[in-house]
């Protein structure tokens, strides 16, 4: 039965490891695609496919000594990574000079080996807790970029569902598990309890494997893995804005006349800088405009109009039995679930329950 378990998990790693590169290969090829982006899912992609061979190389009973002691590189790269992937993600014209200064952590194993002290005793468990203290610093990183990013779309965007990069989220939290078992691996092996930490290190295999297997099946779902559409960058600070009060609230009425006007809500592809070219503005004044004179971000102006046009059918007899998902998408909304956060948030109520408030008045 052993043997069994044994050969079933080596043929899942060397699945998950085919499964690996075919993802890198469909970063790296993809058209029309962020690349510098995708450059950094794909070293991040292949270092787990590194880990899942050192599994395979040792279940094979093949010598693993180098890749073993060369594995302490990819962990002082592995937040670096990721945090400029997410930076990438969320701005992809940041110059390239920026980022790259994160990989001068290389420097660190590489003078501790150099020196001598990878092979005094506390040497390997003394780098691997500063690699794992430097992980758990750009994981922090990443997470307030993905929020700030979060922020910025909804001064730019009136439906931020297909730029929300939920599944970003997904990658930052498998990678964290992953490394938290690594570590608890790592500790255990230093303990001396080498048998617990060896069942253990078949597990991560295993679970290296599913979640390669994971990121696959994300990408053929999720487009925007592949291909991230860039947003407008907003600039929270208006220190430096021409724009005054006066021509603020001119802006302001006018981005509101011809909104209600022409039921641009309605349309669930605005953008800020589609509204600023009708308006005949920057979409730097129109989002300082909305959000000093009106105390509101694009989205929330939007979706506020949206939310009225919404009241209005459900108070209308005709649509007293007529189904939800239809008005929020005639309403501008891309699907129901957006529809019902918003309107709840602006009436402190449910649609359902609005439409039957008003038509049990009635």
């Known amino acids: 039965m052993g043997w069994v378990l044994l050969e079933a998990l080596k043929i899942i790693l060397a699945a998950a490891m085919g499964q690996g590169l075919l993802i890198v290969i469909m970063l790296l090829t993809a058209r029309r695609s962020n690349f ?23 279940l094979q009973g093949w010598n693993t000594e180098f890749l073993d002691r060369m594995g302490i590189y990819p962990l002082f790269i592995h937040g670096p990574v990721i945090y400029c992937y997410c930076i990438l993600m969320t701005q992809p014209k940041v110059a390239t000079s920026s980022i790259m200064v994160h990989f001068l952590w290389l420097l660190f194993p590489a003078l501790w080996i150099a020196f001598g002290l990878y092979n005094v005793s506390w040497g390997i468990p003394f780098l691997h807790i500063v690699s794992f203290l430097q992980i758990g610093g750009y994981y922090f990183l990443s997470i307030k970029k993905l929020r700030n990013y979060a922020q910025t779309i909804k001064l730019n965007f009136a439906n931020t569902d297909k730029y929300r990069l939920r599944w970003l989220y997904f990658l930052l939290s498998g990678l964290g598990i992953l490394t938290l078992l690594d570590l608890g691996s790592i500790m255990l092996n230093s303990l001396a309890l080498e048998g ?118 459900l108070k209308h007899p005709d649509n007293k039995r007529r189904n939800l998902t239809d008005i929020a998408l005639e309403c501008g909304f891309n699907n129901k679930t957006s529809f019902n956060n918003a309107f709840k948030k602006h009436t402190n109520m449910t649609p359902s329950q609005f439409r039957k408030q008003q038509h049990t008045q009635t």
């Open 36 to 58: 510098k982006a995708n450059v950094f899912l794909s070293i991040l992609v292949l270092m787990m496919t590194q880990v899942m061979y050192i599994g395979y190389a040792q």
């Open 196 to 313: 617990m930490a060896q069942i253990q290190f078949k597990y991560l295999y295993l679970l290296e494997a599913a979640y390669t297997f994971a990121i696959g099946f994300m990408a053929s779902r999720q487009p925007q893995i592949l291909f991230n559409t860039p947003i407008i960058e907003s600039t929270r600070k208006y220190d430096r804005s021409s724009l005054n009060y006066q021509k603020a609230d001119d802006i302001c009425q006018q981005v509101q006349r011809i909104t209600q006007e022409q039921e641009l809500f309605l349309n669930n592809e605005l953008s800020l800088s589609e509204l600023a070219q009708l308006v005949k503005v920057s979409p730097h004044h129109l989002s300082q405009a909305l959000n000093e004179n009106l105390n509101k971000n694009f989205y929330e102006f939007i979706n506020e109009l949206r939310i009225q046009h919404c009241q209005n059918l």
